[in-house]
């Protein structure tokens, strides 16, 4: 079992909203099967999953990752060159 933690604003909105499930539809669910039905639910939705994910840049595409994949050479004299050696010894 994992701990998922929420926000109380978060908390709060779904307390309410299984209040109301139980006084409008008679259904009383706690909050754990419901948190878990619900992600099961968005995970095989992937309309739902596109609309999270939006316009974010992949990472391979990222100019971040990008740099850190590919570093480049700055011509500064530094000791990360020597950190093999005291790593492996050569």
């Given at each position: ?31 754990k099967t419901f948190v878990e039905r619900a992600i099961l639910y968005v995970i ?23 740099l850190l994949d590919k570093p480049k050479s700055w011509g500064i004299e530094d ?12």
């Open positions: 079992m994992a701990t998922l933690r929420i926000s109380d604003e978060v908390n709060r909105r779904l307390e309410e909203f299984l209040a109301l499930l139980l006084l409008r539809r008679g259904v009383k669910i706690d909050k095989r939705d992937q309309g739902f999953v596109e609309e999270i994910v939006g316009d974010t840049v992949p990472l391979d595409e990222d100019p971040a990752w990008v000791s990360s060159m020597r950190i093999d050696e005291y790593l492996y010894g050569e």
